[in-house]
């Protein structure tokens, strides 16, 4: 009897890959059922899912801390601007050295001085009418500015004042850009108003 083959060297019947029988169609699924089995590209398809949704965060919240900002910016600029006012720095006090006052002390506004109207008017004190209740913007889309009431008042007299300051979002097609009202189909209006009384001395 002749010697018997080691076990490693036994042949093994060689596996084949099953073939499907039949035309394109057959070849088609066979294709697909393969294209199935594969696990490559999962990582990228999550990031293909979930990096539009952390970007439009990200740019949710970028634009929201900017529109804050000019906000808080705007708000001191004229806290700073109206101990001017009542103090009697401006005799009389105009629109433009108002708005140039504003601009620098806010300084966040892009193109502040072409985007900014401010109203300034005495309030009286029997019939306590205050200013309207919309403000008025600059529409840059009109060739022509709405004209505001700017009224230094008098001495000893309670005055009102706002301002309106116009600008562009930085991006419109996020969730809050496309929720923001604008004034002229391009910018949103950032508003702040102010109430005090004129010392002995000032006003217009």
Partial sequence: MGALMPTDQMHKPERRPRRIPGGPASKLAARLLRFRRREEGNTTIEFVILFPIFIIIFMSCFELGMLMTRQVMLERALDLSVRDLRLGHWK?????????????????????????????????????????????????SAPIQPVTTFNGGN???????RACAVTKPWFVATALGLKLPLVDGENYAIVSSSAFVNEPGAGG
């Fill in 155 to 161: 001495e000893n007299q309670m005055m009102i004042v």
């Fill in 92 to 140: 009389p006090p105009t629109h433009d050295e108002l708005k140039k006052a504003l601009c620098d002390r806010a300084g966040v506004i892009p193109d502040c001085l072409n985007s900014m109207l401010i109203e300034l008017q005495p309030v009286s004190k029997t019939t306590w009418t205050p200013l309207p209740p919309q403000a008025t913007c600059v529409d840059k």
